[in-house]
């Protein structure tokens, strides 16, 4: 009896902390699972308490009942020593819930406490979800690290089961102390609107824009990732017979702008003076160690470019070399298409001839790049469905962002809004997107980025006088020009968060030195003599 009342007693707290109760219940109760959020402090002192799995059994993890933020923390610990070890700690079966359109989130506290500088130990944070285990942060031993706070998004779902598991991996345990996790919160929030701007200032009134949320928040744009310069200009081959791949490589400090997204198409150029057969090849990790796919192409029209579907999309592991190309089996002739170079060497130039991946321009001094290209997409884990957005909130502050005013009473339909402010002052706003959840509830997003209009004059200054902002994407610097005297510039991160303020400028040209921030979306604000705007652009490294 007593252990029958301990079933209903926890699956009753599991459905209440789901919102909901006994309605569309299809879960195997065999299986252990958590409804969101999640949260462990490890104030119970133990692994077994919110269901955590040691993997294998045999672990370096214990709960430090004497570090923390504050203490108790999980801590992964030197001893005893392990050699090329992989050792997890996993939450139970989480459930989503239903609210829809979402982002789930995993926040925690990390520190680490370093012995020798060597970068082969590690941290890692990964998501198990459709099957797989799929990375979504990773911490190296290239320092000592005090506490740090992380917000990392895991996938953009709903009504689904997923784990997170912290993953202490490397070759020599011993050439550092401790790896420290603490306060972990796995939760969920409804997506924001993007590209929130200032569109116009005309009198008193402040026109403003924005887009309808992405397809995952911090998921990459669409987009050819590529090395050649996208014309065919020769070609290599002779070899007879030939059996020979080539690819363009990508290493893991390359791809963190590629975060949540996957290789769904693969573009290669055929060159007409040869006959093969082909089948695109995607690997990933250490020279081209593991082999992700490997997919006939059935027909090939030499002479142009061939884009072929990839039948499996692959995500892309942000904390692994990435490798896009083709196998090309032939019996003479030149089928191998390249641009004219200068070779990206290492990268664009990359080929595995009698088992041996080595450049083409260093062993041979072929100074091309491989027509290879790859399209990048939000990965299918991070699909958001906009069709179901309810609307928009828009807020107003009026005293300089201490206090904000919903402004419609209805949810904004469109997505462009033109306020009619009371008197001539700085005004500050900010968008929520709407969504529905379970029932009757809805979920309104956190805040976009947010912008200010400053109506001083009744007119709107900036619509004649130009401001530009280049290069875009930019990797270390940034240079904004005006036709209007610059006051000062401020840059935004995704979630309005300044990173970047320089005040009191009085030019018309600035240089931003950028190389420090992440790579990401981010937004400039540039205050001119003349009045404000905000302007989206996109860091790389």
């Given amino acids: 009896m007593k252990q029958s009342f301990r079933f209903f007693q926890v699956l009753f707290l599991v459905l209440f902390s789901m919102g909901m109760f006994a309605q569309n219940f299809t879960e195997d109760v065999s299986v252990k699972f958590s409804g969101l959020p999640f949260q462990e402090s490890w104030d119970q002192g133990t692994f ?70 060597t970068g082969n130990e590690k941290l890692f944070l990964d998501v198990f979800h459709h099957g797989v285990w799929k990375n979504k942060a990773w911490f190296s031993n290239t320092a000592s690290k005090d506490w740090t706070t992380m917000h990392v998004a895991l996938i953009a779902t709903s009504d689904t089961t997923f784990k997170v598991r912290f993953r202490a991996e490397g070759t020599n345990s011993a050439d550092i102390l401790h790896w420290y996790v603490d306060n972990i919160s796995v939760y969920t929030k409804c997506n924001p609107p993007v590209d929130f701007a200032l569109q116009e200032i005309s009198d008193r009134q402040v026109s403003l824009t924005w887009n309808a949320p992405e397809n995952g928040t911090g998921c990459p744009d669409p987009q050819w990732i590529h090395w ?90 942000i904390t692994s070399d990435l490798w896009i190309g083709y196998n090309a089996e032939f019996l003479g002739g030149f089928p191998l298409g390249c641009d004219a170079g200068p070779a990206v060497t290492g990268y664009g130039d990359m080929l595995n001839w009698a088992n041996i991946w080595q450049s083409m321009h260093l062993a041979y001094g072929l100074d091309y790049n491989w027509n290879i ?41 469109d997505t462009i809004y033109t306020d009619h402010v009371p008197d001539y002052q700085e005004y500050c706003y900010y968008v929520t997107s709407v969504f529905p959840t379970y029932g009757s509830m809805t979920c309104e997003s956190d805040s976009s980025n947010v912008v200010c209009a400053d109506v001083v004059t009744g007119t709107d200054p900036l619509n004649r006088g130009g401001i530009s902002i280049y290069p875009n994407p930019a990797t270390d610097n940034l240079f904004v020009k005006s036709d209007f005297t610059i006051n000062s510039i401020e840059l935004l991160n995704y979630t309005g968060q300044a990173v970047y303020n320089h005040p009191n400028i009085s030019e018309k040209t600035v240089q931003v030195n950028v190389a420090n921030l992440t790579a990401g979306i981010y937004f400039v604000k540039i205050t001119t003599v003349a009045g404000t705007k905000t302007i989206k652009i996109t860091l790389t490294k």
């Fill in 373 to 413: 290209q790859g399209f990048v997409e939000t990965d299918a884990d991070y699909a958001t469905d906009i069709r179901s957005l309810m609307g928009y909130n828009l807020y107003r502050s009026e005293d300089n962002k201490i206090t904000w005013d919903k402004l419609n009473n209805t949810l904004i339909a």
């Fill in 228 to 317: 050649d310069d996208g014309t065919n200009a020769s070609a290599i081959g002779t070899c007879a017979p030939c059996f020979i791949d080539v690819a363009a490589r990508w290493d893991a400090a390359q791809l963190g702008s590629l975060d949540g997204g996957a290789v769904t198409k693969i573009a290669f150029f055929p060159a007409s003076s040869g006959t093969a057969n082909f089948r695109i090849r995607l690997w990933q990790g250490p020279d081209a160690a593991t082999l992700l796919v490997d997919q006939a192409v059935p027909t090939v029209t030499y002479g142009e470019w061939n884009i072929i579907d990839v039948t499996n999309p692959v995500s892309i592991d």
């Fill in 48 to 117: 077994t308490y919110n269901g955590w799995v040691l993997v294998p059994e045999y672990t370096n993890w214990s709960v430090n009942t004497s570090v923390g933020n504050p203490f108790p923390s999980a801590d992964f610990s030197w001893e005893p020593v392990r050699t090329n070890y992989s050792l997890s700690l996993e939450t139970p079966e989480l459930f989503s819930g239903y609210l829809e359109y979402t982002t789930i989130w995993c926040d925690f506290d990390y520190k680490l406490e370093n012995l020798n500088i």
